[in-house]
């Protein structure tokens, strides 16, 4: 900040007036820490301070208060004695006094919103005047509260109910699994909302959930809490720090669950059905059993073994990847599954456990694309879950699907981070004709640069490709004429001509505009394509009649800006005959150190009302009955 205004051409010094004191609120962690070295906070004064000034919060204290360890020089000021001793043997006395000129300005320092129980400490400190243990900060007439939020709310600072209640209160009562219910219960906390009512009131009926899945995550109340636990340090947080209740030492591992969920009879009579129901071709025999032997063969201290699959839709990955699951387990030995993306994770369910590769390896994500230039110190953040860092240490075989949508510096951080990956086996599932990384205005060499491909250790690792169209092989008893068996033969035939980059011909449903062969680059147009120059026409052929109809399904309008989505969905709109609701938003500011009212009366509710920014809804939502809304938010992985 000095440094800002020094470049800005002010003076720093002497200091302005008036001046801005700052105190923080700490936690009973951060003081035990403190007291550890003899010394005290701001924070810790302000409880011990005398009874006759216990009626003052803690920017009041200080506006009026100082402290020091030395007997102050100004006679007849009011003066108070506080013994430490406890504390700081060498410095057994506080003195507080007051200062002849009060400060001007005493702000409490802001706490993130994602901090936890330090942030409704903060509130309370701010609002009301607490004293003596933290315990008794959290006594409101007479009622003893075991958190700060509950305190708050106690006090009178918290709304009544809040969206966060209401939504996981719905989601208790639909059909939404409890593997869902919890990852919305992990990110209404972290994102500040007041959810302890909530688990308190909905403890049995969560663990009643929980144990009516037993067969997938056990059936007790340390391994739910354990698997609520899991879900916060993959945050990054814990459940301590929001006033959860911690799982004890005797809380199953990962490991310990993963070995009740998947028992090695069971794994061996699953994977001998699912050989019987889908027997493994030719090409898919010699991989299964290469990996069998790579198992059998497998050693602590050998490089890393790398399989992949690259093949295309339809030729039985995920169900080889299934078997190739059952296969370790069946060995007594652990196989762990990931996916580049939510969706590729959510084929296998939930039975499998598979999770994103970010997840599931604790890859940092990088909003800066400047981050990647720092290759040599990406790293994924093994510390965050040490449980989760056991368990992937523990792991024999690796299933990475969609393997090559993730850019490579996620593997160079998977290899740096654990060990190289020494004495595991790798199994890549892909297929090169589908989505590459996606790489922020890259032109086409830094797409492929970003690939696996470009991957120092890509020539190691052993490729197949499953060739025979499982999907048309099944339909090859039925009326070889019979129109669907027809669009899938022709679908399959497209699919090979895009990932083989062959010629297009007319019976194609694609169209080729342009065909670069210097540059490798081929423009393709969809024949069901419509070019409109009047956006009235649009309209007209997207909802013939101004209603939708049955084909509606096939048609879509590509917008490449939001802006341009805003403006298609009002005209849509304007299509519904239905009256126009239109709902504002309540903007106000809140939880700010604003005694004089400056920034409330620079911020009013009117320049709120025009605050844009990413993740911030607008100040009007319309809508009309009949409207078709999507609220997206994927909570299963």
Known sequence: MEAFWRIMGYA????????????KVKSAEQMYMMQERNKLSEFAIY?????????????EFYKKYKYGSKRPDQYGYEQYEIDVSSINPHNPLVYIYRMKKEREVVRLSTVAWDAGEIWWLRLLTKERAIIGTMR???RVNGVQYTTFQEACRAHGLLEDINEAEICLGEALTENVTIYEICRLFVQFTIDGYATLRFFNNNKENLLQLYGNNRELYGNNRESFLRHLQSLFLDAGKSMKRYGLPEPSGDAPTMLDEYKQKFSVTNSNDTLGLLIAEHPNTNEMTDLFNNISDALDNQNDNDQVKFFAIDSM???GKTTFAKKVFHLVRSKDKIAYGTASTALAAQVYGHEYGFETCHTGFAIPVNEDDEDYECIGEFKCNTERNPDRTKFLNSVDLFIIDEAFSLNKYNYMAIMRSYNDLKGKIVLFLMDRGQTCPVVKFGERNDIVDSTMLRLPWWNDIRRYEFSINLRLHGLQHGDQNHPFVQSQRKYADQLVKFRKNKDFDNNDDIVELDNNKETGTKFLMYKGYQKFTDEDEALAWLYNGNVLNDDINKKAILCSLNSNVDKWNAKVQQLNPNILHTLKSDNTLVDCDDPHKHLQNMLTTHSLNFYNKPGVPLHELTLKVG?????MRNLSV
């Open 12 to 23: 720093t010094y002497p200091s302005c007036f008036p001046t801005v004191h700052s105190t």
């Open 47 to 59: 409880m011990m301070r005398p009874v006759s000034l216990s009626h003052m919060k803690m920017t």
């Open 136 to 138: 008794e900060a959290k």
């Open 313 to 315: 839709g339809g030729s």
């Open 627 to 631: 409207d078709i809304c999507f609220i």
